[in-house]
């Protein structure tokens, strides 16, 4: 199976495309009336211009490749002091825009190459990938623990290794190990019981996504599972009829829709099989006039926007030919694939919530500060980050905040508790299954 | 400290080696805590470069202040070092007005960002140098208050474009941005805070400059070589509800002068600028692209802005009138649509769009300059022709703006010129065009603003010997020891 992952050198001429104008700095819409926000978590905690959006990133970029900026500790900091968030990447509008983030990560994989990346915490991460197939050094019989009270109430979940099911429940290393985000695939897994659905999940031979690897610059390791996860995918749909991927963590979503497409073996394997975010699973459902909802949450609720189910799954125009503008010219960015209305129109119809909206929301959304590789290499700043991102959520004046990532879900948990943990941060599947009808109940 | 004031003449990046600096180091630390100040070499280089020709060059070390009284005590310590000292917010000029010329501190300004006031009576804002654009327009629009917004990054920094002599959106009704700012704190380079105008008299009123001696005139124009300016007053101003923008096109620069003098005259346009063909492409071709046969060659909007209806058709009967008049007298005057990213780009502002460069120098591959002037629009048509042929001979394209201010009273006349920077000599080829171009300009009465040295050198040739003894005299009394932005006045 081949791979196309950029290295650094290959993307010189976008580098060259950034014009340092700063744009990338902040968030912006002008309206009316015109919005304001900072975007940029690395940029908001340091401040130098070099940690600042992807005009810093790519002056780093620039130095790395002329030679001027030979590695040493502090570079190598600063190339992972970033949580390749995008926000930047949303504000930018020029020809170097649908690469920032990869520009960003193949600074780090050149890192890794050159033998000096990634940080130290980060090499603990790829050790137990290596030892456990997780990043959380959990044996893989941990990897079901949640599991056990369906198993208890005699609802045992299937283990599609055994027994055929369309819909494959990829749960996630986060999800199963994660004690604080166990809630995660718990709640997912109830919906789809009360929803009657016949899924089933990989159990103990579910393998990481990889995303973690690939954001932090490790491109062999990546590939190392994704290629296994491909292998088992095919399985799935030719021995056990799996149809449909359902994932609820956006950092395995993001990595089999966009990461695993640069192999070369990705449509061949994947035709006929649908990868689709729990979010927007429900959501189809909901709209189906398939979800019913009994009480009411009397909660003022915000949303949270991830990263890795918002900017990241953008899809950028390029003028490869030249035939509207010239070679490589970014023409327009398709936001079709990212999960914005979703979550909202799901939060809105479940009965008592009120909803209200952060100022920095959808594209322009603040980053938690747990990606990139950030809440394991810079945990403090991660949670400092996320603080930030709770108050913003407190200002509004709401006493939850959701999400539909793990790590958004476990990073904000750990910033509300760090402010005094007066919002309590829950996965959309928390509420959903608290006021869920399901099969039993009618 | 020699090492560190000495020139660093075509060096495009040398790191200096933190083992001798550790000292300078320390004392940045008491002034502003560790974590605001650096001599790391990556740093450093990211603020060694910005969008234009000027080379790279790199400070020797990089300070944040969040505090007045910490731009007191480094300015302080670097006069008494006799270290340069850069003042710096966004770094987005087009001058390299922020590229230390002789290394020394880097004084990045951008956590001195608070709106300190908004007077919604007064119309008054009192803003720190970190205040952005987009930040400012977000805050003055829950007043539904404006300001001139200039055609540049929304992250840009209100007070350096103000001081800089920044141009903006409103430019034909109330001037430079410059000739907005109602007060001013500055912070010497001996490290004294001083106040000028009527905040100087009582601490909370930012009114005027008025009636006392303009003393705000020391530290407006002069490139951060004066001073550290902590905090302004701007004059901010209403939004009315109707806007109305009238869009003409003519095939020759004369008849574009004609049509804008006379409109000019009824000072009833927020801005009326006019635009070559090249510019109002989006973005500028790069390199020089030749201009269909049937396309007119200038473009101008005039923007207006009123409360009423009956207001606006006033206005509208107005630019009928001379529309009519122009027409008369056989000019090629016609009345068009504006291109319309392109006239987004120039209305909705700040612009992420064209603040973005995405007009200008995407084509290109990342360099913009400019021969960026203040010149009589009498001349703008001999200045024009002239740099058409410069440019062209460049293999640059002339996409030149023109635009009045307050009235007939003075106009901007620029070129905004895209380079490939991955390319040294295509970055030498757009620098010798725009100094040539300059150089016309200088001749023909205009007025370079945010000049690169390049440009001052050629001004201060054409200068009167008085005022360029007096510049410096003022220079070294303000600055004894040369340590603020030192080398961009070509003095």
């Given at each position: 199976m081949d791979w196309k992952i950029a290295e650094l050198k290959e993307l010189e001429d976008k580098i060259w495309r950034c014009t340092a104008c700063g744009t990338c700095k902040i968030a912006y819409d002008y309206g009316p009336p015109p919005t304001f926000g900072e975007i940029c978590p690395a940029g908001t905690e340091f401040g130098f211009e070099g940690m600042m959006a992807s005009k810093g990133k790519i002056a780093f970029a620039r130095g790395i490749l002329s030679g001027e900026l030979p590695w040493d500790d502090e570079l190598l900091e600063a190339i992972y002091k970033c949580t390749v968030c995008a926000g930047c990447q949303n504000q930018c509008q020029l020809d170097h825009k649908p690469f920032i983030p990869e520009i960003i990560e193949a600074m780090r994989r050149k890192a890794v190459e050159d033998g000096v990346g990634p940080m130290p915490l980060h090499k603990n991460l790829l050790q137990s990938m290596k030892n456990y197939n997780n990043p959380y050094q959990g044996p893989r019989r941990v990897r079901t623990d949640w599991t056990r009270p369906f198993k208890k109430a005699g609802k045992p979940i299937k283990d599609i290794n055994k027994e055929p099911a369309p819909v494959l429940f990829f749960v996630g290393c986060t999800g199963a190990f994660n004690t604080a985000a166990r809630a995660v695939p718990t709640a997912t897994a109830s919906i789809f019981q009360k929803l009657g659905m016949d899924f089933g999940i990989l159990g103990e031979n579910e393998i990481c996504c990889g995303s973690t690897a690939m954001r932090v610059g490790d491109s062999e390791e990546f590939k190392r599972v994704a290629t296994k996860n491909l292998e088992t995918f095919k399985w799935a749909h030719d021995?056990?009829?799996?149809?449909t991927i359902v994932s609820s963590c956006a950092g395995c979503y993001r990595a089999i829709k966009k990461d695993y497409s640069l192999s070369s073996e990705y449509d061949k394997i994947m035709e006929g099989i649908e990868v689709i975010h729990t979010a927007d699973y429900l959501n189809r459902l909901y709209k189906e006039g398939k979800l019913k909802f009994k009480g009411e949450l009397p909660w003022k609720v915000t949303y949270h926007d991830p990263c890795h189910t918002g900017r990241h799954l953008n899809k950028f125009i390029i003028d490869h030919e030249g035939k509207q503008l010239w070679k490589g010219a970014y023409l327009d960015v398709d936001q079709s694939e990212c999960l914005y209305e979703q979550p909202r129109d799901l939060l809105k119809a479940i009965p008592g919530v009120e909803f209200v909206e952060m100022p920095r929301n959808r594209a322009n959304a603040f980053c938690c500060g747990g990606g990139g590789g950030v809440m394991t290499g810079f945990g403090e700043w991660a949670t400092k980050n996320a603080s930030l991102r709770v108050q913003e959520g407190m200002d509004t004046g709401a006493d939850r905040m959701v999400s539909i990532c793990p790590f958004c879900h476990f990073n904000l948990n750990e910033g509300s508790k760090r402010i005094g943990g007066q919002v309590k941060v829950h996965d959309l599947t928390e509420l959903i299954d608290k006021v869920l009808v399901g099969s039993n109940d009618d | 400290m020699s090492e560190l004031s000495s020139p660093q003449k075509d060096q495009v990046f040398t790191a200096t080696d933190v083992g001798n600096v550790d000292s300078v180091l320390k004392e940045l630390r008491k002034i502003v805590g560790e974590t605001n100040c650096t001599a790391s070499r990556h740093i450093r280089y990211a603020y060694s470069y910005d969008l234009s020709f000027v080379k790279p060059k790199a400070p020797d070390y990089v300070v944040m202040a969040e505090t007045v009284e910490q731009v007191q005590g480094l300015l302080r310590f670097a006069n008494k070092e006799k270290i340069p000292v850069v003042p710096y917010t966004a770094g987005t000029n087009i001058g390299g007005l922020t590229i230390p010329e002789r290394g020394g501190i880097l004084l990045d300004l951008k956590k001195m960002n608070k709106i300190v006031d908004i007077d919604s009576e007064a119309h008054v804002a009192v803003i720190e140098p970190g205040v952005s654009h987009a930040k400012l327009a977000d805050a003055l629009y829950k007043h539904k208050l404006r300001f001139g917004w200039p055609v540049g990054p929304p992250s840009a920094s209100v007070l350096a474009c103000a001081i800089s002599h920044g141009i903006g959106g409103l430019n034909a009704k109330y001037g430079l941005n410059s000739q907005e700012i109602t007060s001013m704190e500055v912070v010497l380079p001996t490290g004294e805070l001083v106040r000028v105008g009527s905040c100087a008299i009582r601490h909370d009123a930012w009114h005027s400059c008025l009636p006392m001696p303009q003393l705000d005139g020391l530290f407006k124009g002069w490139l951060g070589s004066t001073g550290v300016v902590t905090k302004i007053g701007i004059s901010v101003h209403p939004i009315p509800p109707l806007l109305k923008v009238f869009t003409v096109s003519c095939d020759n620069v004369e008849d574009m002068y004609s049509y804008m003098l006379n409109l000019s005259n009824y000072e009833m346009c927020d801005d009326l600028t006019a635009v070559s063909w090249w510019l109002a492409?989006?973005?500028?071709?790069?390199p020089f692209k030749t201009k269909p046969d049937d396309a007119p060659e200038w473009f101008s909007f005039a923007t207006t802005t009123s409360w009423t209806e009956k207001e606006r058709e006033a206005r509208t009967e107005i630019w009928e009138t001379v529309f009519e008049e122009e027409q008369k007298k056989n000019t090629s005057i016609k009345r068009t649509v504006y291109p319309e990213e392109a006239l987004k780009g120039r209305t909705q502002l700040p612009s992420q769009v064209v603040g973005s460069t995405k007009n200008y120098c995407k084509q290109g591959g990342a360099g913009i300059s400019w021969p960026g002037t203040f010149t009589p629009a009498k001349v703008w048509a001999p200045v024009y022709n002239k740099w058409k042929e410069i440019l062209i001979g460049h293999n640059l394209s002339p996409s030149v703006r023109m635009s009045m201010y307050r009235g007939v009273h003075y106009g901007m006349l620029r070129a905004m010129i895209p380079f490939n920077k991955q390319s040294a000599e295509e970055t030498e080829n757009a620098r010798h065009a725009i100094v040539e171009c300059l150089k016309v300009d200088l001749d023909s009465g205009g007025i370079p603003y945010k000049p690169p040295i390049d440009f001052a050198t050629e001004i201060n040739k054409r200068a009167n010997p008085g005022y360029l003894d007096l510049l410096r005299r003022m220079k070294k009394f303000l600055d004894p020891n040369d340590i603020m932005n030192p080398g961009k006045l070509g003095i």
């Open positions: 021995e056990r009829g799996v149809k | 492409q989006v973005p500028i071709p790069y």
